[in-house]
C-alpha cells in the first residue's frame, strides 16, 4: 500500500514537471502577414505560389504556419497603409509585401519594430528607397526585385518586331505608381537609341482606360506598351485585355497574365515564380537572419510569351525568328 502510495506520487510530480515543460517551450508556429492591395480572384494564383514555397522550405498553414492575411481589394493607398499598420499591432515573425505600393506601408508601419518585410516582387527597390543598396538592404526589408526597369528595352524591341516599321508607339504610365517615373525614363531612354519619339498616354485608376484607349486611333497611334509593376493594370486585366482586342491594338505586357487572357505578348520575369521562391527569404528571417543582411535577389531568366491567336486577330504575322525564341507559344 505504502509503495502504490509512493509510485502514485511519484508518477504525479514526474506529470506536474513534463507539464511545466510544455508550458515554457517555445511555440515553433510561425505567424507571417501577407499584405496585398488587390482581390484574391486576381492575385490568388501569387499565394499559392508563395505557400507552396512555404512547404517546401518546410512550413505549412494549419500546422505550424499562421498567416494574417490582408487584401485591400476596394480602396486608396491609405487604407493599404491602414491594413499594414493592423500586422505591424499583431506583432508577426515576417510580413511579405507584393508590391511597390504595399512594401512602402509595410516599411512605414514596421519603422519601430524588428519585424522583417519581404518583398515578393518590386521594380527598383533602391530607386524608390525602400532599401539602400541589393548587397546590403539595411534596415528591415528584404526579397526579390522584379528588374522591370532592365526588362524595358527588350519590351520595346520585341512589339518594334511585329509591327510595321515607322509605328507610333505608346506608353501605358501609371500617375499613382511610384516606380513609373524611374520605368518611364528607362524605356524613353532605349527609344532615343533608336531614334524613336514615344507617346504617353498617363492614367490614373481604372476608370481612366477607356477614354484612354478610345485616343490610341485618334492619334494615330499603332502599338502600346504597358509599364509593368503597376497594380492597377494588372488586377484590371481582364478589362485592358477587353479594351485593346476592341481596339486592335498591339500590345506587349510585363507579364505572362495577360497573354493568358488573350493579350499579344509579354516579356518578364515569372510572378509565381518570384512569389514562390519569396518563401526561401521568409524562412531565412524566421530562423533568426536579419532581414537587412540578406541580399535582395533579381531574377535570372525571362520569359517572352506570344498569343498567336491574339496575333491573328490583329492582322498580324509574328516573324518566325521571334517565335523560336519565345519560351511558350499560345496557339
Not at 512605414?108 to 530607386?127: C, F, H, I, K, L
Not at 527588350?154 to 516599321?165: C, F, G, H, N
Request: proline share 5%; net charge neutral; charged share 20%.
Amino acid at each position: 500500500m505504502v509503495y502504490a502510495i509512493r509510485l502514485f506520487v511519484l508518477v504525479g510530480a514526474l506529470l506536474a514537471v513534463f507539464t511545466e515543460a510544455l508550458a515554457q517551450a517555445p511555440d515553433k508556429t510561425k505567424h507571417v502577414g501577407y499584405l496585398v492591395w488587390s482581390s484574391y480572384g486576381a492575385r490568388g494564383h501569387l499565394e499559392r505560389a508563395l505557400l507552396d514555397g512555404m512547404r517546401d522550405e518546410g512550413y505549412v498553414e494549419g500546422k505550424n504556419l499562421v498567416v494574417e492575411r490582408r487584401y485591400v481589394d476596394v480602396g486608396d493607398l491609405e487604407q493599404v497603409r491602414a491594413a499594414a499598420r493592423e500586422l505591424a499591432a499583431l506583432k508577426l515573425d515576417a510580413i511579405v509585401s507584393t508590391c511597390s505600393d504595399s512594401t512602402a506601408a509595410a516599411k512605414q508601419a514596421t519603422a519601430n519594430s524588428s519585424v522583417p518585410v519581404v518583398m515578393a516582387y518590386v521594380s527598383d527597390p533602391v530607386g524608390q528607397g525602400l532599401i539602400v543598396s541589393y548587397s546590403h538592404p539595411g534596415g528591415n526589408v528584404t526579397g526579390v526585385a522584379s528588374q522591370a526597369e532592365d526588362t524595358l528595352p527588350k519590351m520595346l524591341q520585341y512589339i518594334l518586331e511585329v509591327v510595321p516599321a515607322g509605328t507610333r508607339v505608346a506608353v501605358l504610365y501609371n500617375t499613382g505608381n511610384p516606380a513609373h517615373p524611374r520605368l518611364w525614363q528607362r524605356v524613353e531612354s532605349a527609344a532615343k537609341e533608336r531614334g524613336m519619339v514615344l507617346e504617353r498616354i498617363e492614367v490614373s485608376k481604372g476608370a481612366d482606360l477607356g477614354p484612354a484607349l478610345d485616343n490610341f486611333g485618334r492619334e494615330h497611334l499603332g502599338a502600346l506598351l504597358v509599364l509593368p509593376d503597376d497594380n492597377m493594370t494588372y488586377n484590371r486585366r481582364g478589362q485592358l485585355i477587353e479594351l485593346v482586342q476592341r481596339q486592335r491594338i498591339p500590345v506587349i505586357f510585363g507579364a505572362r497574365e495577360f497573354v493568358d487572357i488573350g493579350g499579344l505578348m509579354s516579356y518578364g520575369p515569372s510572378l509565381a515564380s518570384n512569389y514562390r521562391h519569396t518563401a526561401a527569404y521568409v524562412d531565412k528571417v524566421l530562423t533568426g537572419t536579419r532581414a537587412g543582411d540578406l541580399p535582395v535577389e533579381q531574377p535570372t531568366k525571362f520569359e517572352l510569351v506570344i498569343n498567336l491567336k491574339s496575333a491573328k486577330a490583329l492582322g498580324l504575322t509574328i516573324p518566325q525568328s521571334l517565335v523560336l525564341r519565345a519560351d511558350e507559344v499560345i496557339q
